[in-house]
């Protein structure tokens, strides 16, 4: 069973900055991709950004592009988004979730197999 948590929401301001935490709990956390996911109120959850397991690769949904980045330390077995220059739109619950190594399809949230339960972000204007 393998168990993420996230950390680091708040509320900000526009233009301020966060870093989310995500801690894993499984001793296998380098065999996994791993991604931040964010839902707004009464939409669908989204990809935000994507990492895979050795770190060399990352991707990113194109509303958040040059404003976050996601990374991980494996040998604390733990992802982060820094997000930068925040707005409004960033508004939501942000997700942590684990997709086995060989994922190809980092952005699609079906090929997760793990998830948090989330931390709020809201960014007032």
């Known amino acids: 069973q393998v168990q993420l948590l996230e950390s680091g929401g708040g509320l900000v301001q526009a233009g301020d900055s966060l870093r989310l935490s995500c801690a894993a709990s499984?001793?296998?956390?380098?065999?996994?991709?791993h991604g931040w996911f964010r839902q707004a109120s009464g939409k669908e959850r989204e990809f935000v950004a994507g990492i895979t397991w050795s770190g060399r690769t990352t991707y990113y949904a194109d509303s958040v592009k040059g404003r976050f980045t996601i990374s991980r330390d494996n040998a604390k077995n733990t992802v982060y988004l820094q997000m930068n220059s925040l707005r409004p739109g960033d508004t939501a619950t942000y997700f942590c979730?684990?997709?086995?190594?060989?994922?190809?399809?980092?952005?699609?949230?079906?090929?997760?197999?793990?998830w948090g339960q989330g931390t709020q972000v809201t960014v007032s204007s």
């Open positions: 979730a684990a997709a086995p190594a060989d994922t190809v399809v980092i952005s699609n949230r079906y090929n997760y197999k793990y």
């Open positions: 499984q001793r296998s956390f380098s065999n996994y991709n």
